[in-house]
């Protein structure tokens, strides 16, 4: 016999069902989210962390549909158009993802620009962010808009298959991954290595082979895809670059939205990015010890190492702003951001330890 007691808790669940539903049929405005990764990585952390802020905020007048993969679009191009047109809310890309439609922003992957994270997050969470939000406006038509920029696994080192790299001169001959785009193709040209574009997906087979005999990754990517199963044994912490992740947006959607609910998706793209902010930190620690404990060798540059790793890809500076259009303009904008995050760092520093 089904006691009373059973009878009250499943009608009260049912209640609470019936709320959610509601609650959800209830939204007024519905937005597709997607990110080409999986639900290990840190831009689903920061997907989560949105979603759950932005319907709680806005009390249930935004619901966000999450798609994690390739379920609405596979490629940056193809993501991007998505946004252009409304079909899709809000996507996230890495800069060489973006570089095809907006070159501008591989400023991200110039190295040696930011020394650390507290200097790139005082740096993308200012007007610098705001700067290149603006050009992506313009050079869209109005119709992509730049929300956030958060990180996508910490910083990019080198790491290969052959040998410690300790000198810029030990990068040279090295065949060094890279993707399409020119700006990294350029920096390991600089270095004296060869630089080899390979898909994301064949780089394993690649290290394996000896097509490729290096990458320029973050940890967690490099343990995650297993790649020192594929014979990935150096990795040097020159951390030449932040893994910039660039938050998109419709800017039909957002720009249709009341200016409560657009102050309400604001603030969630401010939680999604101190999300992704931290993630990559916890999660390095264990992908370091575990490439350690595998038998990997961490280099740690001396401070007058990396700056003949500086010095050596000097040049890429230059490429950049007379070969990308409004480069100058962004690389000016990034380096003066820069400068006043060191500044304002620095003054805090001696007042905290004074």
């Keep these: ?93 890495t800069s060489g993802g973006a570089a095809g439609i907006f070159p501008y922003v ?8 930011m020394s650390n994270d507290r200097i790139a997050e005082h740096v993308l969470t200012g007007d610098f962010t705001r700067t290149m939000r603006q050009m992506a406006l313009e050079d869209s038509g109005g119709k992509i808009r730049l ?13 290969n298959t052959k040998r410690q790299i300790a000198e810029p001169s030990d990068m040279r001959g090295l065949k060094i991954r890279t993707v399409v785009a020119d700006l990294p193709q350029e920096l390991v040209k600089a270095l004296g290595a060869s630089p080899t574009p390979i898909p994301w997906p064949e780089l394993f087979t690649s290290f394996q082979t000896g097509v490729v005999e290096g990458s320029k990754n973050g940890i967690t990517d490099i343990m995650n895809m297993k790649f020192p199963d594929a014979g990935l044994k150096y990795v040097t912490l020159d951390g030449h670059a932040y893994m910039g992740a660039l938050w998109w947006m419709s800017n039909d959607t957002f720009m249709s939205m009341p200016h409560d609910m657009r102050r309400v998706v604001v603030d969630g793209f401010a939680a999604l990015q101190q999300a992704t902010f931290a993630s990559p930190k916890r999660k390095s620690i264990k992908a370091y010890e575990d490439f350690v404990a595998g038998g990997g060798n961490l280099y740690v540059p001396t401070p007058a190492q990396k700056a003949s790793f500086k010095k050596a890809a000097t040049p890429v500076y230059d490429w950049f702003k007379s070969n990308v259009k409004n480069g100058s303009k962004i690389f000016n904008a990034l380096t003066s951001a820069v400068t006043k995050a060191e500044g304002d760092i620095e003054s805090g520093t001696l007042q905290d330890i004074n």
């Design 1 to 93: 016999m089904i006691s009373k007691s059973f009878l009250r808790s499943l009608l009260s669940s049912f209640l609470v069902f019936g709320m959610i539903l509601g609650s959800a049929s209830a939204a007024k405005f519905n937005l597709r989210a997607t990110a080409n990764s999986n639900e290990n990585d840190e831009d689903y952390d920061g997907l989560v962390v949105f979603k759950n802020y932005v319907e709680a905020a806005s009390n249930g007048a935004i619901s966000v549909e999450l798609f994690i993969g390739t379920q609405l679009c596979s490629k940056g191009a193809e993501c991007l158009q998505g946004v252009a047109d409304s079909s899709i809310d809000i996507y996230i890309s």
């Design 147 to 159: 929300m956030t920029i958060g990180n996508t696994g910490g910083w990019r080192n080198f790491a």
């Design 106 to 113: 591989q400023v991200l992957d110039l190295p040696y620009l």
